[in-house]
């Protein structure tokens, strides 16, 4: 499953995201891509979600991958530790492959 996500996550959307990826994850999807291009900005309640979808998914052998990170995005994923959690790739199509 591919999520190709868009503008700012933050607090007051990152509700809605979580949902959704439990939805997801609860129907048998624990191959996540989340594809990061047309993102400007992650809060740590976004992070927060990254971090819940890979622990779901990893219970059941699944995992999560990222692409398209900005280099403002790979910074905050740096800084926070959390780039060390999942498998960051340039492209979709490198995401795919991993």
Do not use: H, P, W
Request: charged letters at 20%; one cysteine or more.
């Amino acid at each position: 499953m591919v999520m190709s996500l868009v503008g700012r996550i933050g607090a007051s959307n990152s509700k809605d995201l979580e949902e959704q990826c439990l939805d997801m994850i609860s129907n048998g999807e624990i191959q996540i891509i989340f594809d990061l291009t047309g993102v400007s900005y992650v809060s740590s309640a976004a992070l927060r979600v990254f971090l819940l979808a890979a622990k779901r998914t990893g219970t059941v052998k699944g995992s999560v991958r990222l692409c398209g990170l900005s280099a403002t995005l790979r910074d905050v994923f740096d800084i926070s530790g959390f780039s060390k959690l999942f498998v960051i790739t340039v492209t979709l199509q490198e995401a795919l492959l991993a």
